[in-house]
């Protein structure tokens, strides 16, 4: 485990803290006044490998070489300039600083870190991490690479579980979920919709899932699999008879067909790495999707009202009213989606150029 201390004076400016992968949904912004929760679970951090937040240059400002170097392979409208590294943190987790009211940056509802870091240490004054809590964005506070440093700390760093136990015992991510937003004239309301994880897990895979078709028609698994991807993939790929294969795969599953070319397969939510087959049957591709949303797509949970006599207990599903469902189709989330795909090399071939043209021209609208 770690604590993070202040640079300048070495001040503690954090509770323990385990290190685990940074959530997909990290960069997502979701909506229009919704209020999102804290992205990191309570005692634990990821750490951001990307430039987050400004100083800004535009793309025509970059020169190619200079961007495939950072890992970009396609035009972007800007690309930020800050220090990459900043470990991310639940904002419960921090000690010892306090705000600086004149970084508020331009948001509405709360701080969007526009304006750099805008918490200081206490105890010198140095500026060392920066909370973001605006509306639509996931709530978090990003500690500076440069201004804060971790130091290893007593206590039993506990091996990341296995692949059994996170199939057993893992977390799922509901497809649905009531979106909270920000008070108006009428007070706060809720709206019933896609969860915004799943939303960006979509975008992240779907991103992975077009380089792994090679510019040919793909199907995925029915049901809740499909709802999320097969409409897209009918849409940015060429019609016709599906030549490639994508299958859900990983700890628990039936080994996979030898014909299979695209397997779903989940991260592991500590490490980040991506489950692989014992025995690799097919040089078939892996494409990542979170944990708990993997496990939801493998082992749905229904729908179903439970019959019952006399009164219903208040833990037994009614058919009266049927359960909420949200009101449009599916939408992978565009700015996880275009993220991740300039950040494949494969971008560079001209089909997969010319999805992301359609995408920035607005002609691929109804799929995000």
Not at 39 to 49: A, E, H, N, R, Y
Not at 195 to 224: D, N, T
Not at 240 to 263: H, M, N, S
Request: hydrophobic share 40%.
């Amino acid at each position: 485990m770690f604590v993070f201390v202040c640079a300048g004076c070495g001040a503690e400016l954090t509770t323990p803290l385990s290190q685990v992968s940074l959530p997909v949904h990290t960069r997502q912004k979701y909506g229009n006044g919704a209020q999102l929760p804290v992205l990191m679970q309570s005692g634990t951090f990821g750490v951001d490998p990307d430039p987050w937040g400004g100083p800004w240059r535009m793309w025509d400002e970059i020169d190619p070489a200079e961007a495939e170097a950072r890992g970009i392979y396609a035009p972007v409208y800007a690309l930020s300039d800050s220090t990459p590294g900043a470990s991310v943190i639940a904002p419960g987790d921090i000690r010892g600083t306090r705000l600086i009211p004149e970084r508020r940056g331009g948001a509405c509802c709360g701080l969007d870190g526009a304006d750099g870091p805008n918490m200081a240490c206490e105890a010198c004054d140095l500026p060392v991490a920066t909370r973001v809590d605006d509306c639509s964005l996931w709530q978090a506070v990003r500690l500076s690479s440069e201004a804060v440093h971790r130091v290893p700390v007593d206590g039993i760093q506990a091996a990341p579980l296995s692949w059994a136990e996170l199939a057993e015992n893992g977390e799922k991510t509901p497809p649905f979920e009531p979106i909270a937003m920000w008070g108006g004239r009428l007070g706060p309301n809720r709206y019933w919709s896609w969860s915004p994880q799943r939303e960006a897990a979509a975008g992240h895979a779907l991103a992975h899932l077009l380089v792994a078709s090679q510019g040919q028609p793909v199907k995925v698994p029915g049901g809740l699999t499909a709802d999320v991807f097969q409409r897209a993939l009918d849409t940015l790929l060429p019609a016709g008879t599906p030549k490639r294969r994508a299958v859900l795969a990983g700890p628990g599953r039936p080994a996979p067909d030898a014909g299979v070319d695209i397997f779903l397969v989940p991260v592991h939510p500590q490490t980040g790495q991506s489950w692989t087959p014992a025995s690799p049957t097919a040089p078939a591709y892996r494409v990542p999707l979170p944990l708990g949303v993997w496990l939801w797509l493998v082992s749905p949970q229904p729908y179903l009202p439970v019959p019952a006599s006399g009164r219903i207990p208040q833990d037994v599903l009614r058919d009266d009213p049927l359960p909420l469902l949200p009101n449009r189709l599916f939408r992978a989330d565009r700015g996880t989606f275009q993220h991740t795909l300039v950040r494949l090399p494969a971008v560079r071939s001209p089909w997969l150029r010319a999805v992301l043209e359609n995408l920035t021209q607005g002609t691929s609208a109804d799929l995000f």
